[in-house]
């Protein structure tokens, strides 16, 4: 007998559509004549220093389980990379959790707070995993939208509006994936205050902190007044050290929450690996100096391609971090899906449709710049011919 799986997959697994990056990207897979814009993935190989971290790892023959809260060395090493870059400082045998990627942490993060029907609030244009991680979490997932005139930073205003009684957690991601917006101080002071007012939890996503351009520090809403206390900075190693395919992320909050996170972390995941630890280790003590170098390559690469953007008629703001840009593209009549797959089917050049991440981005194009110069000139020449054909 056939079994009928129709009705027996999870509700709330079975109502969540596929990533609109990855169904997108199962049209480029095989294509050799494709010039990417799309993953954002580093186009840098891990630092040597990293890699070799690892490798002596291996040799040594560190090959077995750790902590389920990680090695207490990288635990200590976080903290200490922690409270120098973000200025928050947490106890590293209570207060703070290795995992597999930022992704993992949201995870545990969400299981470990939500009970169903807790909303969670996040800005959106966002990055494609934070509604679907609140549905599977049986958490309800409600959209901020945000918009080209603020430079897709959210408005404490409509945060504020926003809020139910049923609301529990706000999500941040700042600087953001697909827009780059950065978060001024002054906002970030007033979405503070307001969570403090509403007694909110925040988990904010914090991976490409490094990759801001603007010559202003990074400022994590954990670091200001009265905020550590109700807020879980999430962190990891791939976006600033390159390090995508370790699969490591850290998470460090209060102990009651970190504490139930392990609990999730310990029957799930166990540990991270043991290798990709004693690697960040590395990158954590000695990877500044090779972030620097390939945060200016993309600096030089996003000024680039604005300018470029902007000269073809594709309106686009100038984001203040993460290596993405998100141009305008309403005026050519087209959907975001719709122009994003004539472009790639005529012009073999693959971006994202805004839509991908949330619908607050219809009329953008997600473009990364995480690839080679050449790559990105071409494909400007490219889309530069494509605007062309629909003038």
């Not at 706000?170 to 509403?198: D, K």
């Not at 690697?279 to 000024?303: C, F």
Request: glycine fraction near 6%; charged fraction near 20%; include cysteine.
């Amino acid at each position: 007998m056939i079994m009928n799986w129709q009705n027996k997959i999870a509700e709330q697994v079975s109502s969540i559509p596929r990533s609109g990056i990855r169904e997108f990207f199962d049209l480029v897979t095989g294509r050799t004549d494709i010039i990417s814009l799309g993953v954002g993935e580093p186009d840098f190989v891990t630092p040597w220093n990293i890699r070799e971290a690892a490798i002596y790892s291996l040799e040594k023959g560190h090959t077995s389980y750790t902590s389920n809260y990680g090695l207490e060395s990288l635990r200590r090493s976080i903290v200490k990379y922690v409270d120098g870059f973000f200025h928050v400082n947490y106890d590293p045998l209570r207060e703070v959790l290795v995992t597999v990627g930022v992704s993992e942490a949201i995870d545990l993060a969400l299981r470990a707070i939500l009970n169903p029907g807790d909303e969670v609030l996040y800005h959106e244009p966002c990055y494609v995993s934070y509604a679907p991680s609140v549905n599977m979490a049986y958490g309800v997932a409600t959209a901020v939208p945000t918009s080209k005139r603020d430079l897709f930073a959210l408005n404490p205003e409509l945060l504020e509006a926003s809020i139910t009684p049923r609301t529990k957690v706000l999500m941040l991601n700042f600087p953001t994936n697909p827009t780059g917006a950065v978060a001024p101080v002054e906002t970030l002071q007033e979405i503070a205050r307001i969570c403090i007012r509403h007694d909110l939890i925040v988990l904010t996503d914090e991976i490409y902190s490094e990759l801001r351009y603007d010559g202003k520090p990074h400022v994590s809403i954990a670091s200001l007044p009265g905020m550590k206390e109700r807020t879980l900075l999430l962190h990891g190693f791939s976006k600033a050290f390159a390090m995508t395919g370790f699969r490591l992320g850290y998470a460090c909050g209060p102990e009651p929450l970190i504490s139930a996170m392990m609990k999730i972390h310990q029957y799930s995941m166990l540990c991270a690996p043991i290798t990709s630890q004693e690697a960040a280790i590395e990158a954590l003590e000695n990877g500044t100096s090779a972030m620097l170098k390939m945060r200016e390559s993309y600096r030089q690469r996003r000024d680039y391609l604005v300018k470029r953007l902007n000269e073809i008629g594709m309106d686009c703001h100038l984001p203040g971090g993460a290596f993405y840009v998100f141009p305008d593209i309403s005026r050519f009549g087209l959907t975001s899906k719709e122009f994003a797959t004539r472009l790639l089917m005529e012009k073999q050049v693959a971006a994202v449709p805004g839509t991908a991440f949330g619908a607050s981005g219809e009329g953008f194009l997600r473009c990364c710049y995480a690839t080679a110069f050449d790559q990105i000139k071409e494909a400007c020449n490219r889309m530069e011919h494509f605007v062309e054909t629909l003038s």
